[in-house]
């Protein structure tokens, strides 16, 4: 998809810093979005929940890389976008081939408490194949990183 289909809703966010920013656009409204709470330790600390649609299209745009510490933990799969400057931990991708898969933090989305329940997932009790093919399906496919 191409940023200049149609999509109803348009969705921004950003670190508290403004160093990393998003917009994305989706079909869905807010309370579509159930914003999924991990219960791995990473995700525990930081009170993260994502919120994807893999039809909708994402851009991040990053003002100083520098300032963006990229974390794997685990199974070393996913890469965690995480602000130097502030703090914050924004997006969370996967990339294969040439096709990256990203999550988004809720709390870190403009009117977030607008979004439906969260509900509790648990990746830990995946394996790494399973987790990937679980991103494929949900996270979104149509990922811009600038």
Request: hydrophobic share 30%.
């Given at each position: 998809?191409?940023?200049?289909?149609?999509m109803?809703?348009?969705y921004?966010g950003?670190?508290?810093?403004q160093?990393i920013?998003?917009e994305?656009?989706?079909d869905?409204?807010?309370?579509k979005?159930?914003p999924r709470?991990?219960?791995?330790?990473?995700?525990?600390?930081?009170?993260?929940?994502?919120?994807?649609?893999?039809?909708?299209?994402?851009?991040i745009?990053?003002?100083?890389?520098?300032?963006?510490?990229?974390?794997?933990?685990?199974?070393?799969?996913?890469?965690?976008?995480?602000c130097?400057k502030?703090?914050v931990?924004?997006?969370?991708?996967?990339t294969?081939?040439?096709t990256v898969?990203?999550?988004i933090?809720s709390?870190t989305v403009?009117e977030?408490?607008?979004?439906?329940?969260?509900?509790?997932?648990?990746p830990?009790?995946l394996n790494?194949?399973?987790k990937?093919?679980?991103?494929?399906e949900i996270?979104?496919?149509?990922?811009?990183?600038?």
């Amino acid at each position: 998809r191409k940023m200049d289909q149609e999509m109803n809703h348009i969705y921004s966010g950003s670190c508290h810093c403004q160093n990393i920013r998003f917009e994305f656009h989706s079909d869905f409204k807010f309370l579509k979005f159930s914003p999924r709470a991990c219960d791995c330790d990473f995700c525990l600390k930081h009170g993260a929940s994502y919120v994807s649609d893999p039809d909708g299209i994402l851009r991040i745009k990053i003002s100083d890389e520098n300032e963006v510490n990229r974390y794997e933990h685990g199974s070393k799969t996913a890469e965690f976008l995480v602000c130097r400057k502030c703090g914050v931990f924004v997006a969370v991708t996967y990339t294969e081939e040439k096709t990256v898969y990203a999550g988004i933090n809720s709390n870190t989305v403009k009117e977030n408490n607008r979004f439906g329940k969260k509900e509790i997932v648990s990746p830990k009790k995946l394996n790494p194949g399973e987790k990937v093919d679980r991103w494929k399906e949900i996270w979104f496919q149509d990922v811009c990183i600038d």
